[in-house]
Structure formats: structure tokens, C-alpha cells
């Protein structure tokens, strides 16, 4: 398949490619020519079978590549999962589910993709013959980071450099960056929040000079960030699988419309969503759940979106974010495939912090989406009634989800059965879930996770208990300007 760019779509290049490029030269983001249309019957058959199986087939709809090839990927991808399933299916009630993306080896959903992505990379690689070797920039909110460093870790003809708001993550998030093993890896913290990481590493893949410097070192630019192509479509089958595996075992039948409820930060999650309902997944809602954060809220509601306001630190820190980059990808769609116009409402988020959208395009959007969002007392609310009432572990971000997903119901009266997407293990968030439950404030993230474990009877993951004997290998911090030295010090060392 060939993609275009949001802010230039008359020059489109293979799917293949755009992973390796991870942004378009003009600075907009890669999306489908068009969208392939999904067999329903075809899906529900793969479901009754291995998850690999399933994304193998989703991805051979975007990009030319091999079948068997797709099949390795996938398969060696998921073959690190703590769960033979890969994607638990776990019922509440006949209609409330939840779809765990939490099994990979970093304990979030972020491994869904940042497993296949690196595979994907040196198959690109191979296909288009490049010479040069890659270097990954990403900026995480916290667990894309992890992910990606785990990803990437000794991927032959590859580097990964990630940048973290240094005060801005949880402390299970921060061990988990920080202590990373690999020869080919880097991590560094930043002064400020999730969007100041987040423009200075797109300003490094817009300034020439080290475009430049990197060549004479035998590198080119892409992105673990779910801005890049290869990111967000493995994200795509997950969707398609929960559908075909509640239809599979008939909790619906199959074309009945089911709705989705998404935590939602840099909103790559949701839109992952949205392309599967494009594709012909029968969704008849994407309930987008945001923290106190709730700039995407108010845009849904009020057809602005206006990054300039205050920027609160939550217990759901993935989502601490005010500058969603995936929304993009959205409104190049729903106004037509207008890149022009993207153009402009980017350059005025750019510029002024803000945009506005007609009213006609925000009734499009309100066709498929609704939103709201959820404050701190609520989330926490929201984990203790989920254990207490079914049980049931879950984490700040998937508390969000699940209290968002309540209040859509309320409002609306809708009883159609509701997936909401789990995106993090409770224990990377130990010392808020801790809290949550039991009303305990311990100051030691560990002994908070030996405390939570007895308290509930859950099993802490070796991901996070391994963490106490771990070196720290990367205690690095800069501001925003220093980006570009910390990327030129990594490439350095890395040719030595």
C-alpha cells in the first residue's frame, strides 16, 4: 500500500517506507491511501486461533510484504507474552468487558506495537536497500519509552534514544527507562512535561544540521512514536481481534455495533480505533476518556482545541498531555482529506497553542466519538469500586477509562456491550493503586508493591520486582535546547 502525508497528500510513498522515514519530509504524519475492508466471517475464524495469526493479516492489508514474513514477525512479536492469549478477553458483566493489553514484557500496551515495529524496521530496511542505519527519537509520557527501549534493545542496524519528562513519570516508569540494558540504547530526562519532550524531539527531525551530522555517520531519522505508520496499525488488530473473539465466542452476534472506551493521551490508542471502524468493524461508538488533562474533551464538545492552560500531573501520567499529535490522522479525515487545511490548523496550534474546527466537521466527528473525562478523586474512586465490587486489579489509566464509560451510560442511557481498553499493569503504578485501595500512603514504590499484593492477593510481576536489584544506567537530565547535543553525544559514542 502506498501512504500519503496529512500536509501534502499528493506524494505518497510505500507503506515500507514510511516506517523507515517515521514523519514526512514536509512535517505531517503518514496515512492509508485507502482504507481495506475487513471480512467479518474471515476475522471471527482467525480469532478462534492464535493472536499472532490474526495481526499477521491486518498488517498484510497495509504493507507489501510476504506473507510468511508477516507471520515471523508477528509471531516472535507475541511469542514474549506472559499470556498465551496475548489479549485477555476479561467479562464484568454480559455487557461490560476488558480488553487486557498489558501481557507483553513491559507490562503496558505500547508492546503490542513496539514489539512488531522494530521487526517491521529491518524487513523496511532489506526491501528498500538502505544503506544507512536507523536512529529512533521518541518522547514518552512513560510507558511508550520503556516499550520502545525493550523493542529495540540489540536490534542490528539500529539505535534508540528516548527522552521522558524527568519529573513526570511514575517511579516504576522512571526504574523501568533508566535501568535499561543494550548496546545500542540511550535515555535521557527532560526538564518540563511530556509536551515539551514532545516539540523538542520534532524539532530534531526538522533541523537539517544534524540531519546532516547523522548522515556522515551512517544514520538516518525515524520514530518509535505512534506518529510513525508502523506504530499505529499493528494497534489496529486488537480491535479487530476483541471484536472477533467476543462474536467468536457469542457474546455478539456477529455485524451487531459494540462501543469502545479508550484512555486517551497522544491519542495513537483511539485512532488505532477509529481505523478499524473504517475498515468495517461494526463500532458504533470511541469513547475518548481523558484525566484531568481534558483538552481532547473540551474539543469534542466544543469544536476548539486549545493547548493553553494549565498542565496538571496525575496518577495517570501516560495521559498528562496537551498537544495530541495522532489527532492529525483524524482531521485529515473528517475534513475530507484536506491537507491544506490540516496544514493551516497545525500551524496555528503551532503558533498560537490553539485552532478552531467548523461546526459541520465537529458534527462528523460526533458521529463516532464522544468524550469525556474523569478527575483524580474519581479514578480513585473508580479502582476501589472495580476491586471491591468484581475484584478486579486495575491501573490509574484503565480506571479512567472504566469511570468515562459509566458516565457515557448515564448520560446517553446506551446499553450497547462496552470493551474498555486496559493499557497498563496496576503495579507500574503501585503507590497511587495502593492508595486508591486501601487508603495507605507509602513512600517506597516497592514496599507499596509488597503491601498491594498482600492486600489483594495479585501477584507482583518479575518486570517490576527484578527492578530493586537493577543498576541505573542512564541518570542523564537536560533542558529542551539540549536535545540536540544529547543526540549527537549518543551518536558519537555509538560509533566508537
Not at 466471517?41 to 499477521?56: C, F, G, P, T
Not at 531519522?221 to 479487530?240: C, D, E, H, M, T
Not at 472506551?261 to 461508538?285: E, Q
Not at 482545541?305 to 494549565?310: H, T
Amino acid at each position: 500500500m502506498q501512504v500519503l502525508s496529512t500536509r501534502g497528500k499528493m506524494n505518497s510513498i510505500p507503506a515500507t517506507k514510511a516506517v523507515l522515514q517515521g514523519i514526512a519530509a514536509d512535517g505531517g504524519l503518514f496515512v492509508p491511501e485507502f482504507f481495506p475492508q475487513i471480512d467479518l466471517e474471515e476475522m471471527k475464524a482467525y480469532a478462534a486461533h492464535e493472536y499472532d495469526i490474526l495481526a499477521a493479516r491486518v498488517l498484510q492489508y497495509f504493507f507489501d510484504m510476504d506473507e510468511a514474513a508477516l507471520a515471523e514477525i508477528t509471531q516472535q512479536a507475541y511469542g514474549t507474552f506472559d499470556d498465551s492469549r496475548v489479549v485477555p478477553i476479561k467479562e464484568l458483566t454480559p455487557v461490560d468487558y476488558v480488553m487486557e493489553l498489558t501481557h507483553g514484557p513491559t507490562l503496558a500496551f505500547k508492546d503490542m506495537a513496539l514489539q512488531v515495529l522494530p521487526r517491521l524496521i529491518r524487513k523496511a530496511l532489506d526491501i528498500h536497500k538502505q544503506q544507512e542505519n536507523v536512529l529512533i527519537l521518541t518522547a514518552t509520557s512513560g510507558d511508550t519509552g520503556k516499550a520502545a527501549l525493550e523493542g529495540f534493545k540489540d536490534v542490528p542496524r539500529t539505535a534508540i534514544e528516548v527522552f521522558y519528562p524527568a519529573d513526570g513519570v511514575a517511579t516504576m516508569q522512571k526504574l523501568q527507562m533508566v535501568t535499561q540494558e543494550g548496546g545500542n540504547v540511550a535515555v535521557c530526562g527532560v526538564q518540563g512535561n511530556f509536551d515539551d519532550a514532545q516539540t523538542g524531539v520534532k524539532a530534531l527531525f526538522a533541523d537539517s544540521g544534524l540531519k546532516a551530522f547523522l548522515k556522515e555517520a551512517g544514520y538516518t531519522f525515524s520514530s518509535a512514536n505512534s506518529i510513525n505508520f508502523g506504530r499505529l496499525i499493528p494497534q489496529v488488530a486488537y480491535y479487530i481481534y476483541a471484536y472477533a473473539k467476543l462474536a467468536a465466542d457469542g457474546k455478539i452476534e456477529n455485524g451487531q455495533a459494540i462501543n469502545f472506551v479508550v484512555p486517551t493521551g497522544n491519542f495513537g490508542n483511539i485512532l488505532a480505533g477509529y481505523y478499524a471502524k473504517r475498515m468495517g468493524l461494526p463500532v458504533k461508538k470511541l469513547i475518548c476518556a481523558s484525566n484531568g488533562n481534558n483538552v481532547l474533551t473540551d474539543f469534542f464538545n466544543n469544536s476548539v482545541y486549545d493547548a493553553n492552560r494549565p498542565f496538571h500531573k496525575t496518577m495517570s501520567p501516560s495521559m498528562d498531555i496537551l498537544i495530541s499529535s495522532n489527532l492529525e490522522r483524524l482531521l485529515f479525515e473528517v475534513s475530507g482529506r484536506d491537507d491544506v487545511q490540516v496544514r493551516a490548523w497545525m500551524d496555528a496550534l503551532k503558533q498560537n497553542g490553539r485552532y478552531e474546527i467548523p461546526n459541520g466537521t465537529q458534527a462528523g466527528l460526533r458521529e463516532t466519538f464522544w468524550a469525556d473525562f474523569c478527575d483524580e478523586m474519581e479514578t480513585a474512586q473508580t479502582i476501589k469500586t472495580v476491586f471491591e465490587t468484581y475484584g478486579y486489579l486495575i491501573d490509574p489509566h484503565t480506571a479512567v477509562a472504566r469511570c468515562v464509560g459509566e458516565k457515557y451510560r448515564k448520560q446517553t442511557g446506551d446499553g450497547t456491550l462496552a470493551v474498555v481498553v486496559s493499557t497498563a499493569n496496576p503495579y507500574k503504578f503501585t503507590q497511587d493503586v495502593l492508595r486508591c485501595v486501601s487508603g495507605q500512603d507509602v513512600p517506597d514504590a516497592f514496599e507499596a508493591a509488597r503491601q498491594l499484593s498482600q492486600l489483594t492477593n495479585t501477584q507482583i510481576p518479575p518486570q517490576i520486582a527484578d527492578l530493586h536489584e537493577k543498576p541505573v544506567l542512564h541518570p542523564g537530565c537536560v533542558e529542551r535546547t539540549g536535545l540536540k547535543a544529547a543526540v549527537e553525544k549518543f551518536i558519537d559514542q555509538m560509533g566508537d
